[in-house]
C-alpha cells in the first residue's frame, strides 16, 4: 500500500496544482521585487514588472538566475528577509569553484523538512521505522535535510552522519535500522563492508534513499540485490532548499518534484526556450514558498526529462528522470561530448565496481582519455593477458558507444580513493 | 599430481611486492616457487607455499586479490634440455602451456618448473606417458 506524507498535496489535480502554483508565484515576486534589489534590477533591466506576472503562464517572462548570479551577490545579496527572521544557514561544498550560502526561516526548514518526510514516506518509511542518516552532517544539506525529515514522520532517527563505516555496520544491525539514507556510492561502500564483516544476514534494512551523486540502473539493482532493499532516488540542491526537492515512489521511473513549492520548468540551454514535456533539457527551479532565499527560475545545470505522465503510486507531481548530465561538466573529449554515466553504465556492466575515475588529459593537442576501475575477484585472472583482455574489452566497447578511444587500467581494490561523501569521478588536467 | 598456486595482483607501485611478501613471511608461511609477471600497470605474483589455505586468508584479509589455480609441477632433469623436450611433448599433443616458471626444491639438484595449462588432467597424462617425472607435495614441500 501506497503511503503519503501529504496526500491532499501529493494528489491534488493539475487544475488545483496550477491554481496553487499561480497563486504563490504572483505573491512570491512581489515578495522579491520589493526586497532582493539584486533581482529587481535583473526584472527591471529585462522590462519585467510583478504585475506582469499573472499566472504560471507568465513564469517563462522572469529573468534567469545562475551560480554566477549568486557569486555576484554573496553573501546577502538573494536575501529576501531580514537576517532576524533568519534561523539557519546551509552551504555547498563548492565543488565548482563557487560555495553557495542559502538562509533559512523557519518556514523553510518547515517546508524542506516536509518535503524530505514526503521522500521518506514513499519510501515505506513510518514513525516504527529505524532511519539511519549517514549522509554528512553540517554545512552540507544532506544529513539536516533527512534528519528533520525522519522526525516529521516520528522515525526513530540515528544521526549518523559520515564515516566510520564499521561502526555505521554495527549501529545498523544492533538498533535494527530499517531505512538507511547516504550517497550511492557510499551505500555501495558500505555493502562491500557488511559483506566482509561476514554481516549480510544481521542487517534488517529494507529501504535505502540515495542522493546527492548520479547513479545507474545497475547500480541500483546491485545495491537492491547487495542489501536486500528497495533502493529510491531522491534530489535536491542547495540553492533550492537541499535534498527533497523530488523523490522516488515506489514505482522507481523517476522522481516526483515537489512542485507546490518548486516549480519546474525545462529549458534549452543554449537558447533559454523553456522545453515542452519529454524533452531533454536543463531543469530551472522557482522557489515560490520560500521565504529567506527564494531563488526564481534558478538554473541548475542538471539535464533531464520531465513528465507527467501517470504514475502508478497515485501522485500527480511532475516527474523528473534521472539526472542524465550537467549542461557545464559534460567532458568534451576529442569535440565529443562525454557523460561519465555512460562510462559508469559500460564499467558495471562488465560486474566492475562502480568505483572509477576518469583522468583527461591534453598529449600533444590531443586529448586523451583515462579510465581507471577497480577489479573485483571475479574479474581477476592469473594472467597478464586475461587482465590485458578484459582491459581491451572496455577499451573496445566504450570505443563504440561514444566514439573515443581511451586507455582503460584496472587497478587494485580500493585504491582509487573514496571520499565518503562525493566520489571524485572525473579529473580534469587539460589546460584549455 | 598438481598442486596449488596462489596468484596475487600487485599495483605497480614502489613497495607493492615486498608489502605482500612480507605479509606471508610474517605469517610463517614458507615460499617454494615464485613467478611475477609484470606490466607497466600492475603485476601478478604467482606462488607456491607450504600453507595455500592460510596465505589465501591472509592475503584476503589484507584486502589482495588473489586467485588460486592448479598447476603442474614437473621435475625437467639435470641435463641441458630438459625443459625443452617436455615442452616438445606437450606442444606436439596440442597443449599449450600460458606460462611456466623454474624453481629449485628441498635437497636435490634436480631443476623443476611449475607449468600453467589450460587442462591440467590432459598434461599430467601426457607427461606421464612420455615417462617425465612430476613433483608429488612430499617432494616438493620434503
Ligand atoms: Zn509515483
Redesign the pocket.
Known sequence: MELYYQPDIERMSRTQMRDLQSKRLVSQVNHVYTNVPYYKKLMDDKGVKPSDIASIDDLHKLPFLTKEDLRQAYPYGLLAKPLDDCVRIQSTSGTTGTRVVAFYTQNDIELWEESCARALT?AGGTKSDVVQVAYGYGLFTGGPGLNGGSHKIGSLTLPMSSGNTERQIQFMCDLGTTIICCTPSYAEYLAETIEEMGMRDKIQLKAGIFGAEAWSQEMRLRLEANLGIKAFDIYGLTEISGPGVSFE???Q?GM?INEDHFIPELIDPETGEVLPMGEKGELVFTCVSKEAFPLLRYRTRDICILNQDE?????TLT?MSKILGRSDDMLIIKGVNVFPSQIETVLIGYGLSANYQLIVDRVNHSDTLEIKVELTPEMFSDTVRGIEGKEREIHNKIANILGITSKVTLVAPKSITRSEGKAVRVIDNRKI | MTIEQLSVFIENKPGKLVEALELLSQAGIDLRALSLADTADFGILRIIVDQPSLALERLQAEGYLVRTNQVVPVSVGDKPGGLAAVLRILANNGIDVEYTYAFVAHASDMAYVILRVADNDVAVNVLKENGIALLTPAEMFG
Do not use: I, M, P
Open positions: 514513499a515512489c515506489s514505482e521511473t516526483h504514475c502508478s503510486c497515485g501522485r516527474k
